[in-house]
């Protein structure tokens, strides 16, 4: 059964914070991927990483970073939280045909 | 335009109705498509893949057209578990990317 955790469910910070969104897979894909969810806009893709060390840029990358230093590790940054980064935050794995979501993390930044 | 539309609904139903679902996609160029299912402050997860010659899976029934650039899903028989929102995702050829539409809510009634 695959299995993608996500180190909070529930996370509050402050403005100007650094934060880090940790996830774990356990299935050995190569694929990773960093989303953000808010209503009325859906899913939005902010990175994804194809292999250890390598990472291409979605469709909403400014303000975040990342880091895949081990295959099963998928880390999203917040270099300086903003009020407008509360949202969802989903972690997915997977492969061509099929992605696999973590439970998610609400971020609060106040 | 957006990439990927469907209708947000909701599609209030009574128990044992069917109900039908589009999805629109703007790239000619797509190549997969998919039908996730995520229900209220859950992760989305994999109903269905869509394939050119359409597929069913028990009481789901999906659908493409490539000509109209449109999917549908079928759900015949509603049951009150079926509440949930049905997210369209498409992707296309040579990259890694799902683009995800905003969902259509689905709201199964006694």
């Known amino acids: 059964d695959v299995k993608v955790t996500q180190s909070s469910r529930y996370l509050v910070k402050r403005t100007g914070e650094k934060v880090f969104l940790e996830c774990v897979q356990d299935m050995d ?4 991927f960093w989303y953000r969810q808010d209503p009325g806009l859906g899913l939005r893709l902010i990175y994804f990483s194809y292999d250890v060390k390598m990472k291409e840029k979605g469709d909403i990358p400014e303000g975040y970073s990342v880091s895949r230093e081990k295959k099963e590790r998928f880390s999203l940054i917040l270099e300086s939280a903003s009020t407008n980064q509360t949202s969802m935050y989903l972690c997915a794995s997977g492969r061509v045909y099929e992605q696999y979501f973590g439970p998610g993390t609400r971020l609060t930044v106040t | 335009r957006k990439e990927v539309e469907q209708d947000p609904g909701p599609f209030n139903v009574p128990e044992g109705a069917t109900v039908a679902f589009n999805c629109t996609y703007s790239n000619s160029a797509s190549q997969s498509f998919f039908w ?8 989305p997860k994999l ?3 869509v394939y050119s010659s359409g597929n069913e899976d028990g009481r789901f029934t999906a659908q493409l057209n490539r000509a ?3 999917i549908s899903l079928l759900i015949r028989d509603s049951k009150l578990s079926d509440s949930a929102t049905y997210l369209c995702v498409v992707t296309t050829s040579g990259t890694y990317k799902y683009i995800f539409g905003t969902g259509t809510r689905l709201k199964v009634l006694a």
């Open chain 2, 68 to 70: 109209s650039q449109y």
């Open chain 1, 29 to 32: 894909h190569e694929n990773m």
């Open chain 2, 47 to 49: 109903l269905m893949s």
């Open chain 2, 36 to 43: 996730y299912r995520q229900d209220c402050r859950k992760e």
